[in-house]
């Protein structure tokens, strides 16, 4: 299944594959490194098709491992510090049977597990003699959910060859985005360029030591690198390109990213756990219409949601039914408006606030508070109203410290010169505290 990667590999010895600690592996090393991975699975006795959590962040052996168990054809369960608090329950979820966790040294360990019954999906995947990956769901509106992928349909995508670039890996080890991330620049020759602090001032400060070229990332992410002035402090001239995703951008932020790095393409990206990541093209680096589709994905629009088929879909959840139609499309719960070919992602249907049976959608109202002074950061959320159904309300972090109630006050003044009645926050709280994950994405809990 990894032979093609294996022979880019051997083709590009001497190209940098990896930098990790500032230090650079080569492609011969990454070649040596799988095969010596796979050696000592087949030697502590590992079945082929074995569940393996491997718990890591991206380094060499992080990913010598992934690639080896691809190999080998066993199904990858990535884990990473992220997820520490819910370890159990995922392993537990996964059926895992053995455990290598790669430390900070970059050594690994391994830990054999008592599996349990075996899940008639994985039985499935054996039969077909496919390695597998399973990833879970950040679970912000209730459980986790698992979903097995047959990895030999997202390797596909990457037989074909495109452009070898130095990128970061910024999105994790346990995403979906991370994991593209890997394989398309591993299977073009390019350089994964890894950062174990995730700051503006630590992922700048490699794209400029590193000569960087690609920063896949999220909206808040590039919030937060807008608010720090980090891209003022650091020389980004080898910077082609910035992807996002995850979540809506809202266009303020857009139009400020565009304003401060004219010369950045920036791509919104479109993927989702349980079908990869789709191919895209923004209409322009400050419009937030976008194509996506591409070879193996099919889209159509339903009620005004969207809805993807695709050859790389997960084989399906192993906690949960499977959320496919008869004929294979998955529902996504993404509202979109469409313009032709172009799509404009509004938000998560859940996420939608109902306002007296006016919608609101709250990265609309979200890029008009980010405009105002000495604001940081804000979410916007629903809550139950008995009048209204429900109201809008915002949660706002200062860049300085401020009194709240003037804050609050100068947002609801703003916002009701800028948006429709219905649309403006009733309530406005002050925080200090930060609004988003490890992943660097808004959290969000929603009052229906």
Avoid at 301 to 321: C, E
Wanted: hydrophobic share 40%; with cysteine.
């Amino acid at each position: 299944m990894i032979d093609f990667l294996l022979e880019t590999f051997a083709a590009n010895r001497e190209r940098e594959a990896i930098v990790w600690r500032d230090v650079p592996a080569t492609y011969g090393w990454l070649l040596e490194s799988v095969r010596a991975w796979q050696r000592k699975l087949d030697g502590e006795g590992l079945p082929s098709g074995a569940v393996v959590a491997v718990e890591a962040d991206f380094s060499p052996n992080a990913v010598a491992l992934f690639l080896a168990l691809a190999g080998r054809g066993d199904v990858v369960v990535p884990l990473t510090s992220s997820v520490a608090a819910k370890r159990e329950t995922f392993l537990e979820t996964a059926g895992v049977e053995a455990v290598v966790s790669i430390d900070a040294a970059d050594e690994g360990r391994t830990a054999r597990r008592s599996p349990g019954p075996e899940h008639p999906l994985y039985r499935q995947l054996r039969e077909s003699g496919h390695p597998g990956l399973v990833l879970f769901s950040s679970g912000s509106t209730g459980e986790s959910k698992a979903a097995l992928h047959d990895l030999s349909g997202i390797l596909e995508k990457f037989r074909t060859p495109r452009h070898a670039r130095r990128t970061i890996s910024f999105l994790l080890y346990d995403h979906i985005g991370g994991v593209n991330t890997m394989l398309y620049t591993l299977s073009n020759a390019g350089c994964l360029v890894t950062v174990a602090d995730r700051s503006p001032d630590a992922v700048l400060a490699a794209v400029e030591r590193h000569r960087v070229e690609l920063l896949p990332t999220s909206p808040t992410f590039l919030n937060l690198m807008l608010l720090s002035g980090a891209a003022e402090r650091h020389d980004l001239s080898t910077l082609q390109t910035i992807t996002y995703g995850t979540e809506p951008m809202p266009q303020s932020t857009l139009e400020r990213l565009h304003e401060l790095l004219p010369s950045v393409t920036l791509l919104q990206t479109y993927g989702l756990s349980e079908v990869g990541i789709l191919r895209s093209k923004s209409k322009s680096s400050d419009s937030l219409w976008v194509k996506i589709g591409g070879e193996g994905f099919e889209t159509r629009v339903v009620d005004g949601a969207l809805q993807i088929r695709a050859r790389s879909a997960m084989l399906g959840y192993l906690n949960a039914p499977s959320p496919f139609t008869e004929d294979g499309w998955l529902a996504t719960g993404d509202a979109v408006e469409t313009d032709g070919d172009y799509v404009r992602i509004l938000g998560r249907r859940s996420e939608i606030i109902n306002v007296g049976g006016e919608k609101v959608y709250p990265a609309e109202v979200e890029s008009v508070i980010q405009k105002v002074d000495n604001v940081a950061a804000v979410t916007v959320r629903g809550e139950r109203n008995p009048i209204t159904g429900q109201i809008v309300c915002a949660r706002v972090t200062p860049v300085l410290p401020e009194d709240p109630k003037e804050l609050a006050l100068r947002v609801k003044a703003f916002c009701r010169e800028r948006l429709a009645p219905f649309q403006v926050p009733v309530k406005v709280q002050v925080t200090a505290d930060r609004q988003y994950s490890d992943r660097f994405k808004k959290t969000r809990r929603i009052d229906a």
